[in-house]
């Protein structure tokens, strides 16, 4: 449904391949394991036989990825790939065979979810990551389990026992070392801590650095890692996805029948455009007066380009949005409450009847994420910016 933002800077763009390249290759084993196919590869070269880049294909683009996925299909080494290579003695089905096994080790998924799921979390604010991109109804955010507070000293100061303990190398020990001394008086900085924390401690809870982070998240593979093994640790065939849309119905469903044709469903493609290609709508067959029930219109998504519908498929996107009628019903009926013209002698009465003012009258009404921010921010708001455009409220953000 929302195409995900990735840095559009080159500079930041490579930046965020790299680190993602580095998650894996900081591990000897990992580099080790890499090794083992260059020996295999340059044999292949040899004969003529495509090879792939590990590195390179880490961090390829979505489209070039399906792409190159079929041309290298002969990593599921059907037989028909071998008649291509006809003229060539039987070594080149004894190395293929080899090198197979050995990019499937180096790409082999499991066990790596969590390096790959903290990878989106550090890059948060890169991705943007805000609601579900499948769906925009169900948030994908990260949390804490700390309460809120204004600072680390008064966190220091208010924290019990065991929320002390959540930050890294603070242990029972040291929370009822911090504890005593604040007991005696309170903290007004740190490093008050100096005498029974060391350096590091100190730092840790000055910058407030937790041992865990938890996720709303999870990772789906676009393109499913069964039948593109090739692909099971690259990182624009990973969607970030909520629970439901991942577990419940998505599973392994596929998306994408025909890789060359259909690449482009992908919310991690360059040419992703669900947004302008499918639109939420309502019939409503009086829409001058005010609705009194969400079983009095209908809503619907209307489609220029049918491939998309296979997503509404899948999510079951018609059924997950009925339940969310009562938005449309309410931006309906403030949609004649509050006409542009009452608008401005609201405006006109607080004495302010600038365009700015305006317009913030109208996010106070209709709410502010039909006119400003990203899609992906709020929940619903895909949904609340098409229909506020069908109703012809003025400034709907185009996303
Ligand atoms: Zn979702």
């Given at each position: 449904m929302i195409k995900i933002s990735y840095p559009i800077d080159p500079i930041?763009?490579?930046?965020?391949?790299?680190?993602?390249?580095?998650?894996?290759?900081?591990?000897?084993?990992?580099?080790?394991?890499?090794?083992d196919t260059y020996k295999i590869k340059s044999k292949l070269n040899n004969l003529g036989i495509p090879s792939i880049d590990?590195?390179?294909?880490?961090?390829?683009?979505?489209?070039?990825?399906?792409?190159?996925?079929?041309?290298?299909?002969?990593?599921?080494?059907?037989?028909?790939?071998?008649?291509?290579?006809?003229?060539?003695?039987?070594?080149?089905e004894d190395y293929c065979t080899k090198y197979k096994s050995k990019v499937l080790k180096a790409l082999n998924y499991e066990g790596r979810q969590a390096q790959i799921s903290n990878f989106f979390m550090q890059n948060n604010d890169k991705l943007q990551l805000g609601t579900c991109y499948t769906c925009n109804i169900d948030f994908i955010n990260m949390f804490d389990d700390i309460g809120d507070y204004q600072n680390s000293v008064e966190f220091c100061n208010e924290a019990d026992a065991i929320e002390l303990q959540k930050?890294?190398?603070?242990?029972?020990?040291?929370?009822?070392?911090?504890?005593?001394?604040?007991?005696?008086?309170?903290?007004?900085?740190?490093?008050?801590?100096?005498?029974?924390?060391?350096?590091?401690?100190?730092?840790f809870l000055n910058n407030m650095t937790l041992k865990q982070q938890y996720k709303h998240f999870t990772?789906?593979?676009?393109?499913?890692?069964?039948?593109?093994?090739?692909?099971?640790?690259?990182?624009?065939?990973?969607?970030?996805?909520?629970?439901?849309?991942?577990?419940?119905?998505?599973?392994?469903?596929?998306?994408?029948?025909?890789?060359?044709?259909?690449?482009?469903?992908?919310?991690?493609h360059k040419d992703y455009m669900f947004d302008a290609n499918v639109s939420f709508s309502y019939i409503n067959h009086n829409p001058t007066s005010k609705i009194d029930n969400v079983e009095d219109f209908q809503l619907k998504l209307a489609y220029k380009d049918d491939a998309y519908k296979i997503h509404s498929r899948i999510f079951k996107l018609d059924g997950r949005?009925?339940?969310?009628?009562?938005?449309?019903?309410?931006?309906?009926?403030?949609?004649?409450?509050?006409?542009?013209?009452?608008?401005?002698?609201?405006?006109?009465?607080?004495?302010?009847?600038?365009?700015?003012?305006?317009?913030?009258?109208?996010?106070?009404?209709?709410?502010?994420?039909?006119?400003?921010g990203e899609v992906q921010k709020i929940p619903l708001t895909k949904l609340?910016?098409?229909?506020?455009?069908?109703?012809?409220?003025?400034?709907?953000?185009?996303?």
């Amino acid at each position: 449904m929302i195409k995900i933002s990735y840095p559009i800077d080159p500079i930041e763009l490579q930046k965020f391949k790299q680190d993602y390249i580095d998650i894996f290759f900081k591990y000897v084993q990992y580099r080790d394991a890499v090794e083992d196919t260059y020996k295999i590869k340059s044999k292949l070269n040899n004969l003529g036989i495509p090879s792939i880049d590990i590195k390179i294909l880490l961090v390829e683009d979505f489209s070039t990825l399906c792409e190159k996925e079929e041309k290298i299909d002969y990593l599921k080494l059907s037989s028909a790939y071998f008649t291509k290579y006809p003229e060539k003695d039987l070594k080149v089905e004894d190395y293929c065979t080899k090198y197979k096994s050995k990019v499937l080790k180096a790409l082999n998924y499991e066990g790596r979810q969590a390096q790959i799921s903290n990878f989106f979390m550090q890059n948060n604010d890169k991705l943007q990551l805000g609601t579900c991109y499948t769906c925009n109804i169900d948030f994908i955010n990260m949390f804490d389990d700390i309460g809120d507070y204004q600072n680390s000293v008064e966190f220091c100061n208010e924290a019990d026992a065991i929320e002390l303990q959540k930050i890294e190398k603070i242990d029972e020990v040291q929370a009822s070392k911090i504890i005593k001394i604040r007991n005696i008086s309170l903290l007004t900085s740190i490093s008050q801590l100096s005498s029974v924390l060391t350096a590091e401690e100190i730092d840790f809870l000055n910058n407030m650095t937790l041992k865990q982070q938890y996720k709303h998240f999870t990772l789906d593979h676009f393109l499913d890692k069964g039948s593109n093994p090739i692909l099971s640790l690259s990182l624009f065939n990973f969607v970030p996805m909520c629970y439901p849309c991942n577990s419940l119905f998505k599973r392994t469903l596929p998306i994408v029948v025909d890789k060359k044709k259909d690449c482009y469903l992908s919310p991690t493609h360059k040419d992703y455009m669900f947004d302008a290609n499918v639109s939420f709508s309502y019939i409503n067959h009086n829409p001058t007066s005010k609705i009194d029930n969400v079983e009095d219109f209908q809503l619907k998504l209307a489609y220029k380009d049918d491939a998309y519908k296979i997503h509404s498929r899948i999510f079951k996107l018609d059924g997950r949005y009925k339940a969310h009628k009562e938005i449309v019903l309410d931006l309906h009926n403030n949609s004649i409450d509050y006409s542009e013209t009452q608008i401005k002698e609201f405006a006109k009465m607080s004495k302010n009847n600038t365009i700015e003012n305006r317009s913030n009258i109208k996010k106070v009404i209709f709410g502010k994420e039909i006119f400003d921010g990203e899609v992906q921010k709020i929940p619903l708001t895909k949904l609340k910016r098409d229909i506020a455009k069908q109703i012809g409220i003025d400034g709907v953000k185009e996303t």
